[in-house]
């Protein structure tokens, strides 16, 4: 099996190679999600394809990054099932700092998680466990989707 079959979730892997590389040296990334192994995972995907990632292993801390760096953050991984916050009210913090936030639901729980959020402005829906190429695809969507700009949307400084 070659590494775009490979199927990733709930274990921890090093894979190389997994999907093509562009120019990706701007866009940062946030990946929220309590598996630390999952996470570290996570990240070394992303940044072996030029991504820059940050991690949060708890909700707090994630919104306290966002609130801080969210200029600078082209899209966020969550995690729906989190200690001491679920995955839609850590959207409603990533909204409430940012109206346009990118976020992407990666994540075990069925669907019908994201439905309400897709509603308040998903930008996609990744199960777990998820193929590399279907990750990739998801960075690629939730990237090169416009913006939606609205009147609650912070001015740009």
């Not at 709930?10 to 093509?20: H, I, L």
């Not at 990632?53 to 801390?61: E, G, I």
């Amino acid at each position: 099996m070659g590494d775009h079959t490979r199927i990733i979730g709930k274990r921890p892997a090093a894979q190389r190679g997994m999907f093509s590389t562009e120019n990706r040296q701007t866009t940062c990334i946030l990946a929220l999600d309590d598996e630390p192994g999952f996470l570290e995972f996570l990240k070394e995907a992303l940044e072996c394809h030029g991504y820059r990632v940050h991690t949060a292993y708890s909700p707090k801390d994630a919104i306290r990054f966002y609130e801080e760096r969210w200029r600078d953050i082209g899209m966020v991984f969550l995690d729906f099932l989190l200690p001491g916050m679920s995955g839609d009210a850590v959207f409603d913090e990533f909204q409430r700092i940012n109206p346009d936030v990118r976020v992407v639901l990666l994540t075990g729980c069925q669907s019908s998680v994201a439905d309400p959020l897709i509603k308040k402005g998903l930008r996609g829906y990744l199960p777990k466990p998820f193929s590399l190429p279907d990750l990739a695809q998801m960075v690629r969507d939730a990237i090169s989707t416009p913006a939606v700009v609205s009147a609650a949307s912070p001015v740009p400084s």
